[in-house]
C-alpha cells in the first residue's frame, strides 16, 4: 500500500485557530460547570455525523490506495447522543489486558483491539451548533459558534505542489540487524486507526471545553502527531486559553481544577481517573472509556505545540530516523531508563539524543532544520499556520548509506565512548555538540540536551548521580554487545520485553 510522505499531517490535532481574535478580559469569567447547557438537537447531531462521515468518503475518493471507505466512530460528550465503539470485539477492559494474541514486541501495555484497523483519515474539523449553548457577551465574536468546512484535500498534503504526492518508503534491509530494527518499527508503529480514536477524543473534549473557554483550541502534541508514535503511546494535549503566555503555577492550575471538575462531574460517563498534577507544567491526566487512551492535558505548553511539528519534520525527510527512533525508545524502556519521573530519561530527550546523532556524522543523514529553515521554524510563528510547515520541506539527501544496524551500533558507540556528557550540550537546533552553558540552571547537571525553542534542559530530570551511571552503563554494555552479536534480541530480548510491560 503506498502511502504519502507527510501522512496523517495537515491540520490534524490542529483545530482551525484564528490568528488574531480578540481575548478581552474574559480568561477568567467562567461559566459554573453545573449549569445546564442547552442540548444539541438530533437535527444538528444528525448533521455533525454525516459532515464527518461525507469528510472520510471525500478522503477515500482522493487517495488511489483506499478501496472502501470505512466510516469512522461515533464519539460524543456530555449532553449530545450516547457514544458507540467499535463493533470489533474488545480486547481490553481497563488497564488490564486480557489476551496477547496478536501483536509482538508488546513492550507497553495495549489499548486498542487489533493491528487491522480501518486506514481511513477522520478529518479533523469540528462540527459545532449554530446556536450558543451557554450565554456570553453580546459582544465577544467567539470561533465556538462558526460552522468551519472541511478541506478533505488537505488530508494528505503534498510536499511541493498539488500534482506531485512522496510516497513514503522505508529504507532495505540487507543484514540481520537492519531487518530485525524494520521488523520491530512495522509492528510497533502507532497505526492510523490509533490516531483516529485520540483524534475522535480531542474533537469531543474541545467542544466541552469551549462551553467554559469560548476562545480556547485543544491541540493534540507530542508522540502522538510528532512521527514517533507507538500503537501504545499515551496523547497528549495542549489546551491553548490566549495567545500570551500563562502562569503555569496561578492560572495554568486554575484552569486545569476546572477542566478536572468537568470531567468528573458532567463528562464522568465518559472520562474517568482525572488527577490534577501539579507540575513545573501541571497537567491532568485521565482516561477516555470510550477508546481507552490515556491522555495529559496541559494549558499553554506553546513550546510543545512547536516542537511537535519540528520532530514531525525530522521524522519524514529520511526514510531511517524513524525506525532508529522507535527501537532507541522501545530498548531504553526495556532497560529502565525512560522514565523522567523516575529521574532517567525522557522519550522527548531520546529523540532529541537519536537527531543529534544523525546530524554529527562524518557525512550526516540529517541537517539542522532550524539553521537551513530559520523562517519556517521562528518562535514566533502563529499557531495557526504552524502544522503546515512539515509539506513545504523537501526529503534531505544524504550521501550517508549506512544501514539501520550499523546506525543503531552507531548510536551506541557515540553516547558510550565519544560525547563528553561533562562539558558538552545536545543541541538539535545548532547540529552539533556546544560547549556546556554556565547558567545556573546547567550548573551540576549529568545530562545536558537543549529544548530546540526555549532553550532549557530536556534531560533536567536526570538529577541523580546513580541514575546518570545507569544509563551509561547501558549504553556501553549496548554497544559492546551488539558490535559483536549484530543481534537486536541479545539487548532487547522480545519475550522479556513482553513480561515486562
Same mark, same amino acid.
Request: hydrophobic fraction near 35%; proline fraction near 7%.
Given at each position: 500500500m503506498k502511502r504519502s510522505m507527510f501522512r496523517n499531517s495537515s491540520s490534524l490535532g490542529c483545530p482551525p485557530f484564528p490568528p488574531k481574535y480578540q481575548q478581552q478580559n474574559i480568561f477568567f469569567n467562567k461559566i459554573p460547570i453545573n449549569m445546564p447547557s442547552t442540548l444539541l438537537s438530533n437535527q444538528q447531531i444528525t448533521e455533525a455525523q454525516v459532515n464527518i462521515q461525507n469528510a472520510v468518503l471525500s478522503r477515500a475518493l482522493l487517495n488511489a490506495n483506499l478501496a472502501t471507505a470505512v466510516t469512522p466512530q461515533t464519539l460524543t460528550y456530555g449532553n449530545g447522543s450516547p457514544a458507540h465503539t467499535s463493533p470489533a470485539p474488545v480486547s481490553f477492559r481497563g488497564r488490564k489486558r486480557l489476551s496477547d494474541q496478536s501483536v509482538p514486541y508488546d513492550t507497553k501495555r495495549q489499548r486498542f483491539d487489533s493491528l487491522h484497523c480501518e486506514t481511513t483519515i477522520v478529518n479533523q474539523v469540528v462540527p459545532l451548533p449554530e446556536e450558543?449553548?451557554?450565554?456570553?457577551?453580546?459582544?465577544?465574536?467567539?470561533?465556538?459558534?462558526?460552522?468551519?468546512?472541511?478541506?478533505?484535500?488537505?488530508?494528505?498534503?503534498?510536499?511541493?505542489?498539488?500534482?506531485?504526492?512522496?510516497?513514503?518508503?522505508?529504507?532495505?534491509?540487507?543484514?540481520?540487524?537492519?531487518?530485525?530494527?524494520?521488523?520491530?518499527?512495522?509492528?510497533?508503529?502507532?497505526?492510523?486507526?490509533?490516531?483516529?480514536?485520540?483524534?475522535?477524543?480531542?474533537?469531543?473534549?474541545?467542544?466541552e471545553i469551549q462551553r467554559i473557554f469560548p476562545q480556547s483550541r485543544l491541540f493534540l502534541v507530542g508522540s502522538s502527531l510528532n512521527g514517533f508514535g507507538t500503537r501504545s503511546s499515551d496523547g497528549d494535549l495542549c489546551l491553548v486559553v490566549k495567545d500570551e503566555p500563562v502562569n503555569q503555577k496561578?492560572?495554568?492550575?486554575?484552569?486545569?481544577?476546572?477542566?478536572?471538575?468537568?470531567?468528573?462531574?458532567?463528562?464522568?460517563?465518559?472520562?474517568?481517573?482525572?488527577?490534577?498534577?501539579?507540575?513545573?507544567?501541571?497537567?491532568?491526566?485521565?482516561?477516555?472509556?470510550?477508546?481507552g487512551v490515556e491522555f495529559d492535558l496541559n494549558v499553554n505548553n506553546i513550546v510543545g505545540i512547536r516542537n511537535t511539528f519540528l520532530l514531525?519534520?525530522?521524522?519524514?525527510?529520511?526514510?531511517?530516523?524513524? %525506525?532508529?527512533?522507535?527501537? =532507541?525508545?522501545?530498548?531504553?524502556? *526495556?532497560?529502565? @531508563?525512560?522514565?523522567?519521573?523516575? $529521574? #532517567?530519561?525522557?522519550?522527548?530527550?531520546?529523540?532529541?539524543?537519536?537527531?543529534?546523532?544523525?546530524?554529527?556524522?562524518p557525512e550526516p543523514i540529517l541537517p539542522s532544520l532550524q539553521k537551513n529553515y530559520p523562517e519556517l521554524f521562528d518562535p514566533a510563528m502563529q499557531l495557526h499556520v504552524i502544522h503546515q510547515v512539515p509539506c513545504?520541506?523537501?526529503?534531505?539527501?544524504?550521501?550517508?548509506?549506512?544501514?539501520?544496524?550499523?546506525?543503531?551500533?552507531?548510536?551506541?558507540?557515540?553516547?558510550?565512548?565519544?560525547?563528553?556528557?561533562?562539558?558538552?550540550?545536545?543541541?538539535?537546533?545548532?547540529?552539533?555538540?556546544? %560547549?556546556?552553558?554556565?547558567? =545556573?540552571?546547567?550548573?551540576?547537571? *549529568?545530562?545536558? @540536551?537543549?529544548?530546540?525553542?526555549? $532553550? #532549557?534542559?530536556?534531560?533536567?530530570?536526570?538529577?541523580?548521580k546513580q541514575k546518570f551511571d545507569c544509563i551509561k552503563d547501558e549504553l556501553l554494555k549496548s554497544w559492546q554487545i551488539l558490535q559483536i552479536k549484530r543481534n537486536l534480541n541479545c539487548i532487547l530480548p522480545v519475550r522479556g520485553s513482553r513480561r515486562k510491560k
Open positions: 450558543p449553548t451557554c450565554s456570553f457577551p453580546s459582544s465577544i465574536p467567539s470561533p465556538l459558534f462558526t460552522r468551519y468546512l472541511p478541506d478533505v484535500t488537505a488530508c494528505v498534503p503534498p510536499l511541493q505542489d498539488s500534482s506531485s504526492v512522496t510516497e513514503i518508503t522505508l529504507p532495505v534491509a540487507k543484514d540481520k540487524l537492519s531487518q530485525q530494527v524494520l521488523e520491530l518499527f512495522q509492528v510497533c508503529q502507532q497505526q492510523t486507526c490509533d490516531l483516529n480514536k485520540k483524534e475522535l477524543c480531542r474533537i469531543g473534549i474541545q467542544r496561578t492560572e495554568a492550575r486554575h484552569v486545569l481544577s476546572l477542566v478536572q471538575k468537568l470531567f468528573s462531574t458532567k463528562l464522568s460517563c465518559y472520562i474517568e481517573r482525572p488527577q490534577l498534577i501539579r507540575a513545573k507544567v501541571p497537567i491532568v491526566k485521565f482516561r477516555d472509556k470510550v477508546s514531525r519534520t525530522y521524522a519524514y525527510i529520511e526514510k531511517r530516523v524513524r %525506525p532508529l527512533v522507535l527501537v =532507541v525508545k522501545k530498548w531504553a524502556s *526495556f532497560h529502565d @531508563i525512560n522514565d523522567a519521573s523516575r $529521574g #532517567t530519561l525522557s522519550s522527548y530527550s531520546l529523540v532529541l539524543m537519536v537527531l543529534h546523532y544523525l546530524q554529527t556524522l513545504t520541506i523537501p526529503p534531505y539527501l544524504s550521501k550517508n548509506e549506512s544501514s539501520l544496524g550499523d546506525l543503531l551500533i552507531g548510536f551506541f558507540k557515540y553516547y558510550a565512548m565519544e560525547f563528553d556528557w561533562s562539558h558538552q550540550m545536545i543541541s538539535v537546533r545548532e547540529g552539533k555538540a556546544l %560547549p556546556r552553558p554556565d547558567g =545556573v540552571a546547567w550548573r551540576n547537571k *549529568f545530562i545536558c @540536551i537543549e529544548e530546540p525553542f526555549d $532553550g #532549557t534542559n530536556t534531560a533536567r530530570a536526570v538529577h541523580e
